[in-house]
T-cell receptor
Framework: GAVVSQHPSWVICKSGTSVKIECRSL??????MFWYRQFPKQSLMLMAT?????????EQGVEKDKFLINHASLTLSTLTVTSAHPEDSSFYIC????????????FGPGTRLTVT | EDQVTQSPEALRLQEGESSSLNCSYTVSGLRGLFWYRQDPGKGPEFLFTLYSAGEEKEKERLKATLTKKESFLHITAPKPEDSATYLC?????????????FGRGTSLIVHP
């Protein structure tokens, strides 16, 4: 149980375009979803936290207009990187948590974004 | 502010050579300490949650322990497939956010 999927697993886009990443909890309802960014050999950097039906809470230094997060349902959250630039290239990982399951998070497999 | 420090940064072991990874933490009111395993290019995989000092959990060759200041992930007779980065995270009640703070991880390589 507690499976989280992400789509796409990798994407290459041109500078200035927008990219949407989907995160789905497959076998549970996620009350809270998190979006992380990870640079090579670095730890996870939390970008934002979202609860279903409400606006995401962004961490300090994360541009909310650039990284649009929508938590449309208890099983789906999306991250849209708008007007992407090469410095946005990174590994983006989502995670989900359901209160009935405890306090741990379950992570998706990640999405490798490369902006050319 | 919650702080998590993992050591060593990298660890190389021979197959069968047991060892321990350390996670030192400073939090205000621990609400859970988590261990994850992350393989290259993949998302972290949940391993254990520990809530109080003295608690221990085991899974195959892995055993996690917790004190008031640190947690250890003991690896007994490791195999090459145990090679991965192991992440530690803590969740506290500070600020009311309950958002975990992650350490930088320990990269483990087990040689056959």
């Amino acid at each position: 149980g507690a499976v989280v999927s992400q789509h796409p697993s990798w994407v290459i886009c041109k500078s200035g375009t927008s990219v949407k990443i989907e995160c789905r909890s497959l076998d549970f309802q996620a009350t809270t979803m998190f979006w992380y960014r990870q640079f090579p050999k670095q730890s996870l950097m939390l970008m934002a936290t979202s609860n279903e039906g409400s606006k995401a809470t962004y961490e300090q230094g994360v541009e909310k207009d650039k990284f649009l997060i929508n938590h449309a349902s208890l099983t789906l959250s999306t991250l849209t990187v708008t007007s992407a630039h090469p410095e946005d290239s990174s590994f983006y990982i989502c995670s989900a948590r359901f209160e009935q399951g405890g306090r741990e998070q379950y992570f998706g497999p990640g999405t490798r974004l490369t902006v050319t | 502010e919650d702080q998590v420090t993992q050591s060593p940064e990298a660890l190389r072991l021979q197959e069968g050579e047991s060892s321990s990874l350390n996670c030192s933490y400073t939090v205000s009111g621990l609400r859970g300490l988590f261990w994850y395993r992350q393989d290259p290019g993949k998302g972290p995989e949940f391993l254990f949650t520990l809530y109080s000092a003295g608690e221990e959990k085991e899974k195959e060759r892995l055993k996690a322990t917790l004190t008031k200041k640190e947690s250890f992930l003991h690896i007994t007779a490791p195999k090459p497939e145990d090679s991965a980065t192991y992440l530690c995270a803590v969740r506290s009640a500070s600020g009311g956010s309950y958002i975990p703070t992650f350490g930088r991880g320990t990269s483990l390589i087990v040689h056959p």
